[in-house]
C-alpha cells in the first residue's frame, strides 16, 4: 500500500497546532500556578522573594490563552474535517510523529512530577497545600493531554464525533473560567492598575523621602518646600502623581521632620495579602516611623529623622 503524502497544508495545520497546544499548556499552567501563589502563598518562599500578583506574567497568560485557545481548536477542527473528507490524511508521517510526541512529553511529564513529589516529601520538607495544588494541576493536564491524543492515535475522536465536540467546547468553557477566575482572585485591569498606581506613588514617596534626608545631611534642617529639593546638576527631578500629574503635598513639620501627603486609589501599603512588599532599605534607614500602610483616599505620613543614625555631613568628616 502506497504511504500518503504530506502536503504543505498538512504540515503547516500540524506545526501550527502544536505549537498553539503547548504554547496554551504552558500558560494555562503557569496562569493556575500564580492563583495558588496568591491564594496559598508560601511562608518560606515569600519571606526572601517578593511575588506580585500585578506583574506582567498573569496578563500575558490571559491574553495568550484567549488568543492560543480559539486558535487550537480552530485548527484541529480543520485538521479532522480534512481527514474526514480525504482518509489518507490519517496516515501521514506529520499527524504521527505530532500525537506520539505529544503522549510522549505528556508522559514524562506525568512521571517528572510524581519524582518532585516524592523527592520533596523524603528531602522532609513540608508538602504545602499550594505545593500539593501544583503537583495535583500538572498531573490533571498532562494525564489529560496524554489520554485525549492517546484517543486520537486509535481513531476514538474519528468514530465518536459528537464527543470530540464536547471536549471542545469543554476545553473552551474551562479557559473562561479560569480566565474569570483570575479576576476575583488576583483582581479586575482597573482594580490592577490603580493598585500599579499606588505602587508608583508609594515609589515616588520613598524617593522624595531620601531626597529630604540627603538635603538634611547637606544642611542640618530640612527644605521648606519640595521645590527646594530639585537639582539639575544631579539631575533629580520631582515626582508627579502618575495619574492626576499634579505635585504630591510636602510640608515642613519642624527641624527635623515632615509630612508627605498622596491620594491613593485603594488600601495597601507595605503587604500585599499579608506578604511584605519590597522597600529600599536605604530610603527608611534612620526615619521614625517607616511604614508605608495607607488606606483609600488623601493619607499623610509623618517622619522625623534620627540625626544618630542620619548625621550631617559636617559631623562625619
Not at 37 to 62: L, R
Not at 220 to 228: F, G, H, Q, R
Not at 244 to 270: M, R, V
Request: aromatic fraction near 12%; proline fraction near 6%.
Amino acid at each position: 500500500m502506497e504511504k500518503a503524502k504530506i502536503t504543505p497544508k498538512d504540515f503547516v495545520l500540524w506545526v501550527a497546532a502544536m505549537a498553539a497546544l503547548y504554547s496554551g499548556v504552558f500558560a494555562f499552567i503557569r496562569l493556575v500556578f500564580d492563583y495558588i501563589n496568591q491564594v496559598f502563598p508560601n511562608p518560606i518562599t515569600n519571606a526572601y522573594y517578593y511575588y506580585d500578583p500585578y506583574g506582567g506574567g498573569v496578563s500575558y497568560e490571559m491574553a495568550a490563552l484567549i488568543v492560543l485557545t480559539p486558535v487550537f481548536l480552530i485548527l484541529m477542527r480543520t485538521i479532522r474535517k480534512d481527514i474526514k473528507r480525504d482518509h489518507s490524511r490519517r496516515e501521514v508521517w506529520i499527524r504521527r510523529w505530532a500525537l506520539f510526541l505529544t503522549i510522549a512529553l505528556a508522559a514524562a511529564t506525568m512521571v517528572i512530577d510524581l519524582i518532585v513529589l516524592i523527592h520533596t516529601f523524603l528531602q522532609g520538607e513540608d508538602l504545602t497545600v499550594g505545593f500539593l495544588l501544583k503537583v495535583a494541576v500538572v498531573l490533571l493536564v498532562a494525564g489529560a493531554g496524554f489520554f485525549h491524543f492517546l484517543a486520537d492515535l486509535r481513531g476514538y475522536w474519528e468514530k465518536e464525533p459528537g464527543r470530540a465536540k464536547m471536549i471542545n467546547w469543554a476545553v473552551g468553557v474551562l479557559v473562561l473560567v479560569t480566565i474569570v477566575a483570575g479576576f476575583f482572585i488576583i483582581g479586575t485591569p482597573q482594580e490592577i492598575r490603580a493598585k500599579k498606581q499606588d505602587a508608583v506613588r508609594i515609589n515616588d514617596l520613598q524617593g522624595i523621602q531620601w531626597q529630604v534626608v540627603n538635603y538634611w545631611q547637606q544642611k542640618e534642617t530640612i527644605p521648606t518646600a519640595l521645590a527646594d529639593l530639585s537639582d539639575p546638576l544631579m539631575g533629580y527631578m520631582l515626582p508627579v502623581d502618575p495619574k492626576t500629574a499634579e505635585s504630591y503635598e510636602y510640608k515642613k513639620t519642624g527641624n527635623a521632620s515632615f509630612e508627605l501627603c498622596a491620594t491613593f486609589a485603594t488600601e495597601g501599603g507595605n503587604t500585599t495579602n499579608g506578604r511584605p512588599m519590597p522597600v529600599d532599605p536605604s530610603m527608611g534607614k534612620g526615619i521614625t516611623p517607616d511604614s508605608w500602610q495607607h488606606a483609600a483616599g488623601r493619607v499623610c505620613f509623618t517622619r522625623t529623622i534620627d540625626p544618630e543614625r542620619y548625621p550631617p555631613y559636617t559631623k562625619t568628616l
